[in-house]
């Protein structure tokens, strides 16, 4: 069974900074087989992709994000990390690590392209 277990989240004041990490376990294949992603949610809100990281590393940001958030993947580890600096009030929301298929194209910003889903991990950003 496929677990996917977040930690990291917090409360901070706006401009801080915060480090989300996700760590794997019961995958199929060797963990870098996995896409792994970031989402958000807030309440009565829709899923958001926030960043990914492909098979290869490489990874991929939202347009609300970039330049301020850093995926990143250790797979000696099995995990992958949310580094998030100068975070602004509308962070505030559930984040979600996610892992994609271990082949094949996928669509790396379509929540369900992902199989397996952590119980996330609130970050709460006050101004």
């Known amino acids: 069974e496929v677990q996917l277990v977040e930690s990291g989240g917090g409360s901070v004041q706006a401009g801080g900074s915060l480090r989300l990490s996700c760590e794997a376990s019961g995958h199929t294949y060797s963990y870098d087989h996995y896409p792994m992603a970031w989402f958000r949610q807030g309440l009565g809100k829709r899923r958001e992709g926030v960043a990914t990281v492909d098979r290869d590393g490489r990874p991929s940001y939202s347009d609300s994000v970039k330049g301020r958030f850093t995926i990143s993947r250790d797979n000696a580890m099995r995990t992958v990390y949310l580094q998030m600096n100068s975070l602004k009030s509308e962070d505030t929301d559930m984040y979600y690590c996610?892992?994609?298929?271990?082949?094949?194209?996928?669509?790396?910003?379509?929540?369900?392209?992902?199989?397996?889903w952590g119980q996330g991990t609130r970050v709460t950003v006050s101004s």
């Open positions: 996610a892992s994609g298929p271990p082949f094949g194209s996928y669509n790396a910003n379509e929540s369900t392209a992902y199989i397996y």
